[in-house]
């Protein structure tokens, strides 16, 4: 079985940093995913790392430390609309993927 | 808009009716899934459809039954439900079992059972 676990809530300031945290405990490893789901709507993927470092795609940055069973999701410049809840999941096996209970971020003016 | 739909948005329903949920995909994709998701709680993995053919169960019970006509279209009929099914129901695709990681997700249906 997979164990999943990141932040219940986060806050910070339009413009600020946040650094959302995951650790994980699994049987098998395949690959780290994050996704941003906002309220109402479908989750959207946002990043992948199978491999230990950094992944930037813009103001998001995705870190990945398989021997700590730990990553992180980096956002840069806040903004209003990032307000969301951020799913953490791991890959175990060829497809099955397992999420954490996410993390809601709300980004205040 | 992801090109995953789902009807109804919204369902309220008794323990005793019989409904069905829908997704269509218009990605050509071949891999279909529905997630349950409660507040406060992870996504549930609940059935897998790879080209039709169900792949998946993960220990689900019998009260949803999944139907996949064809790799486009995904069903849950819900018959008999208690009301800690009440949740979102999300169905997801992707090109293909091995590329599961870009899983296209619908808006979900809420549903309500009372």
């Known amino acids: 079985g997979q164990n999943i676990d990141q932040p219940t809530e986060m806050t910070a300031t339009e413009g600020a940093i946040v650094q959302i945290n995951c650790t994980y405990q699994?049987?098998?490893?395949?690959?780290l995913f994050w996704y941003q789901q906002h309220a109402g709507e479908a989750p959207t993927f946002l990043s992948y790392n199978v491999l230990d470092g950094l992944e930037e795609k813009g103001r998001f940055s995705s870190f990945l430390s398989r021997s700590k069973g730990y990553s992180y999701l980096l956002l840069k410049e806040l903004q209003m609309k990032d307000s969301a809840s951020y799913l953490c999941a791991v890959r175990d096996g060829d497809y099955k993927l397992s999420f954490g209970a996410g993390t809601t971020v709300t980004v205040r003016a | 808009e992801t090109g995953v739909t789902q009807t109804p948005r919204h369902l309220v329903m008794g323990m005793t009716n019989k409904k069905s949920l829908k997704c269509e995909q218009h990605?050509?994709?071949?891999?279909m899934y529905w997630y349950k998701q409660s507040a406060k709680k992870p996504l549930e993995l609940m059935f897998v459809?790879?080209?039709?053919?169900?792949?998946e169960n993960n220990s689900v019970p019998s009260r949803f039954s999944p139907e996949c006509p064809n790799s486009s279209h995904l069903f849950l009929h819900l018959h008999t439900l208690q009301p800690e099914d009440s949740a979102l129901y999300l169905c997801a695709s992707s090109q293909d079992l091995e590329s599961a990681y870009e899983q296209y997700f619908g808006p979900g249906t809420r549903l309500t059972v009372t």
């Open positions: 699994t049987s098998g490893f395949n690959g």
């Open positions: 459809y790879n080209f039709k053919e169900q792949t």
């Open positions: 990605l050509g994709h071949n891999a």
